[in-house]
C-alpha cells in the first residue's frame, strides 16, 4: 500500500514574520587620539655598531636552532 504524503503551508512564526531591525543605541564617534611621534630613526653607523655587538650571539643561536633540527 502506497503511502500519501500531505503538504501542508505551515504560518510564519512571529519571529520570522518581524522584519524590521530595532535600532539599537546611538553609536558614540570615536574620539582619535594623537599618536606620540616616532623615535628617530637610528643612523646607519648605530644600526651597524649594533649587528656587529649583536652577530656572536646571532650566530650562536641560530647554531643552536639548526642542531636542534
Known amino acids: 500500500m502506497a503511502h500519501q ?7 510564519p512564526t512571529r519571529r520570522a514574520r518581524r522584519s524590521t531591525v530595532t535600532p539599537q543605541t546611538p553609536l558614540t564617534p570615536l574620539t582619535l587620539t594623537p599618536r606620540p611621534s616616532p623615535a628617530p630613526a637610528p643612523s646607519s ?4 655598531d649594533r649587528l656587529r655587538r649583536e652577530a656572536p650571539r646571532m650566530a650562536k643561536a641560530i647554531d643552536q636552532l639548526i642542531d636542534a633540527l
Open 5 to 11: 504524503i500531505k503538504l501542508v503551508q505551515v504560518p
Open 45 to 48: 653607523q648605530q644600526t651597524l
